[in-house]
C-alpha cells in the first residue's frame, strides 16, 4: 500500500514539472548593433505592453545579444536606447501564446535627444526556433466546423500535428 501511494505521488509531480514546463507566455530574443553591424552593449530594450502599460525591460550583453522573456501574449512596443545613439521605438509588435520572436535592431549614432519610431508589421515567419503553433480567436473557434465541436479536435488544424481518429475515438475525445 505505501509503495502504490508512493508511485502515485512520483507520478503527480511528473505530470505536475510537465504542466509547468508548457508555458503559455512569448519572448523576444535580438540582436542590437549600429550601422557597421557592431554590436552594441549595455543597451537597454524594453518592452511595454499597449494595453495595459506593464513594461520589462533587459540590457544587451557584450556581444549586442538580448532576450525578454515571460512575456504575456498581446501587442507591444519596443523602445531601444544606448549611449550616443539614437532612440528606436518598434509599435505595434503582436507576440502570440508561446512564441518566440527574433527582433534584430539597427541604432543609428546620434544625440540622446533624437528618436526614430518604426511602425509596421514583423516577419511572419519565425527563423529563431523550428517549433510550429498555431492561434485560434474567438470568431476562428465559433465558425470552425469541429466535429464534436471539442477543443482537442483544434489539434487537427494545427500544421505537423498528425492525429489518429481511432484513438481519440477510443479516448471519447470527439464528443457524444
Known sequence: M????????????????????????????????????AAIGSATVTATKEDSNVSRSTVTNSEGMYTLVG????????????????????????????????LPITLEVGQVTESVTVVGEQELIQT????????????????????????????????????DAAVIRAHGLLGP
Open 128 to 163: 529563431s526556433t523550428a517549433t510550429r503553433g498555431l492561434v485560434f480567436d474567438r470568431v476562428k473557434m465559433e465558425e470552425l466546423p469541429i466535429p464534436g465541436r471539442t477543443v482537442f479536435m483544434l489539434m487537427t488544424l494545427s500544421p505537423g500535428v498528425d492525429v
Open 2 to 37: 505505501k509503495t502504490c501511494f508512493h508511485g502515485v505521488c512520483a507520478c503527480l509531480l511528473l505530470i505536475g514539472a510537465v504542466v509547468w514546463a508548457q508555458d503559455f507566455r512569448a519572448n523576444i530574443v535580438g540582436l542590437v548593433v549600429d550601422p557597421s553591424r
Open 71 to 102: 512575456l504575456d501574449p498581446g501587442r507591444y512596443t519596443v523602445t531601444i536606447t544606448a549611449s550616443g545613439f539614437t532612440t528606436v521605438r518598434r509599435s505595434g509588435i503582436v507576440l502570440q501564446v508561446a512564441e518566440r520572436l527574433n
